[in-house]
């Protein structure tokens, strides 16, 4: 079935610094969703995208729709220790099935 | 409330045991989901419910596994003879009926199997 492929797995950095993740599909997805997990809680979405190139920013958040329509990435610029957590990529299917990424758990050293 | 509504927050289970999970959706969301999220890994789609169209249930990994949505509203997961290995946060979201719109999450349930 569709899958979704998410890198990196996990990441360390430096508070400031600039983090960039990514996701990519061998399927088109008509929209692409990105959401934050903390410990204990469920996903919150942090940023939608419904068009192929769209470009969209939420604070320090910013995630980008591939033009071909299999590939979405998100940056988040100057982070914090609040920044830490599970990011979750995904997307709709055809049928309206939700599916997700394998998250990429950041940690924020101080 | 306004939000998604799971209960229990947690369920402890004796092996061989049926459970029953309970997911309130957002009143007047059509679509409903549920995952299961093993500890430190991805969410693992299980079922999805949109409307009166028959559920996609491509992901329960048993028979043991079934759900159900009563009235398009509340949904109930159940898990019958237990196993360890369904130890897992079992999470439900629901979205508005449009496709391309954003699922909102609960808290999820914590079921344990002892």
């Given at each position: 079935?569709?899958?979704?492929?998410?890198?990196?797995?996990?990441?360390?950095?430096?508070?400031?610094?600039?983090?960039?993740?990514?996701?990519?599909?061998?399927s088109?997805?008509?929209?692409?969703l990105?959401y934050?997990?903390?410990?204990?809680?469920?996903?919150?979405?942090l940023?939608?995208?419904?068009?192929a190139?769209?470009?969209?920013?939420?604070?320090?958040?910013t995630?980008?729709?591939?033009?071909?329509r299999?590939?979405?990435?998100?940056?988040?610029?100057?982070?914090?220790?609040?920044?830490?957590?599970?990011?979750?990529c995904?997307g709709?299917?055809?049928?309206g099935?939700?599916?997700?990424?394998q998250?990429t758990?950041?940690?924020?050293?101080? | 409330?306004?939000?998604?509504?799971?209960?229990p927050?947690?369920?402890?289970?004796?092996?061989?045991?049926?459970?029953?999970?309970?997911c309130?959706?957002?009143s007047g969301?059509?679509?409903?989901?549920?995952?299961r999220?093993?500890?430190?890994?991805?969410?693992?789609?299980?079922?999805?419910?949109?409307?009166?169209?028959?559920?996609?249930?491509?992901?329960?990994?048993s028979?043991?596994?079934?759900?159900?949505?009563?009235?398009?509203?509340v949904?109930?997961?159940?898990i019958?003879?237990?196993?360890?290995?369904?130890?897992?946060?079992?999470?439900c979201?629901?979205?508005?009926?449009?496709?391309?719109?954003?699922?909102?999450?609960?808290?999820?349930?914590?079921l344990?199997?002892?």
């Amino acid at each position: 079935g569709q899958q979704l492929n998410q890198s990196p797995q996990s990441m360390f950095i430096q508070e400031g610094e600039d983090v960039s993740m990514n996701c990519t599909s061998s399927s088109i997805f008509n929209t692409w969703l990105w959401y934050k997990q903390d410990p204990g809680e469920g996903p919150v979405l942090l940023i939608a995208l419904y068009k192929a190139g769209e470009l969209t920013s939420n604070g320090r958040l910013t995630a980008q729709f591939g033009i071909t329509r299999k590939d979405s990435f998100l940056n988040i610029s100057a982070s914090i220790p609040s920044d830490v957590g599970i990011y979750f990529c995904a997307g709709y299917n055809q049928g309206g099935k939700l599916i997700f990424g394998q998250g990429t758990e950041l940690s924020v050293k101080p | 409330g306004a939000g998604v509504s799971q209960s229990p927050s947690n369920k402890v289970t004796e092996k061989g045991k049926d459970v029953e999970l309970r997911c309130d959706p957002i009143s007047g969301h059509t679509a409903l989901y549920w995952y299961r999220q093993s500890l430190g890994q991805g969410l693992e789609f299980l079922i999805y419910f949109q409307g009166n169209s028959a559920p996609d249930k491509s992901g329960l990994p048993s028979d043991r596994f079934s759900a159900e949505r009563t009235g398009g509203s509340v949904s109930t997961l159940t898990i019958q003879r237990t196993q360890q290995e369904d130890s897992a946060v079992y999470l439900c979201a629901s979205r508005p009926g449009v496709l391309g719109t954003e699922a909102f999450f609960g808290q999820g349930t914590r079921l344990t199997v002892v």
